[in-house]
């Protein structure tokens, strides 16, 4: 048996392709999964919507190319906060939600991250934060009805960019079926910017971590950073997350254009596969 499961986020990918082309050019680059993306764009979100047959569809794509989609990113919820001081908005965030619950349900996906943020386009306030504690109540709930766990994504935001300020949300749900699924780079920036000991923050989650995003970050800078050209400690975050009983890793970049792409799934799969594998000997 295996001892962890390496994910590849979809974005990864150029997105016109089909998803037999992803699956397979995930599991040609030797990953064990792919996570869908659910972000705020409207032909992302009308996956919630997908018809049954469809589901089906994807069902046996996966089993014909040999590789699942394992997780789920609802980036939706960035838009659709569910502290969204408007009703509306935050309403619709919680029916993505719970379309996202009952899609990986449907296809068999187990952990559901959703970004850790009250508000993203707007100011926190006390009512945006008392209206996400009062949703992520709700969520659980929702959660638990399903059998798939939700887990908060340390963002880069005041709100939650740490692992300390998201176990206050999952003693908030109080259930089995909210933890946590850390940004390692998003943490990684936010330890320079407390001056606080990553590896101890990381820590503080116990056993609520239930995977890791393995994202290159610099101070200040969150996204699209190449691996190599960062301050990530990945060395450091893996064992640490390995000592915690995390199994699940994804490597979350994004495809640029690139196009020897497939070229660097391989490169960067092998690379992180080589530290995770380092944790097994």
């Not at 919820?77 to 509306?88: E, F, R, V």
């Not at 029916?95 to 943020?117: F, N, T």
């Given at each position: 048996m295996k001892q962890y499961q390496l994910g590849l986020y979809e974005k990864a990918m150029p997105g016109n392709l089909t998803w037999e082309e992803k699956l397979m050019a995930a599991k040609t680059a030797g990953y064990d999964y792919v996570e869908i993306s659910i972000d705020e764009t409207e032909e992302k979100?009308?996956?919630?919507?997908?018809?049954?047959?469809?589901?089906?569809?994807?069902?046996?794509?996966?089993?014909?190319?040999?590789?699942?989609?394992?997780?789920?990113?609802?980036?939706?919820?960035?838009?659709?906060?569910?502290?969204?001081?408007?009703?509306?908005?935050?309403?619709?965030?919680?029916?993505?939600?719970?379309?996202?619950?009952?899609?990986?349900?449907?296809?068999?996906?187990?952990?559901?991250?959703?970004?850790?943020?009250?508000?993203?386009?707007?100011?926190?306030t006390y009512k945006t934060k008392h209206d996400y504690s009062q949703n992520i109540k709700k969520a659980a709930q929702m959660a638990e009805a399903y059998g798939v766990t939700i887990g908060f994504e340390t963002m880069e935001n005041e709100f939650m960019n740490t692992v300390e300020k998201a176990m206050k949300y999952v003693m908030i749900a109080n259930s089995n079926y909210v933890k946590i699924y850390p940004d390692i780079g998003n943490l990684t920036n936010a330890a320079v910017l407390y001056q606080h000991d990553v590896i101890e923050d990381l820590m503080l989650g116990g056993n609520n971590i239930i995977a890791m995003h393995l994202k290159e970050t610099k101070p200040g800078h969150y996204r699209e950073i190449p691996y190599g050209e960062g301050h990530v400690n990945f060395n450091a975050a893996i064992h640490a997350a390995w000592q915690l009983g995390v199994r699940r890793f994804v490597t979350e970049f994004w495809y640029l254009g690139e196009t020897d792409y497939q070229d660097q799934l391989n490169h960067i799969r092998h690379y992180f596969a080589s530290l995770i594998e380092e944790e097994c000997e």
């Open positions: 979100i009308s996956r919630i919507n997908m018809p049954k047959a469809e589901r089906l569809e994807l069902i046996q794509t996966m089993y014909k190319v040999g590789i699942p989609l394992g997780s789920m990113c609802v980036s939706a919820l960035t838009k659709y906060s569910l502290g969204h001081p408007d009703y509306d908005m935050r309403t619709r965030g919680m029916k993505i939600l719970e379309g996202c619950l009952q899609l990986a349900s449907d296809l068999g996906i187990r952990y559901v991250m959703i970004p850790g943020y009250d508000i993203y386009y707007g100011d926190s």
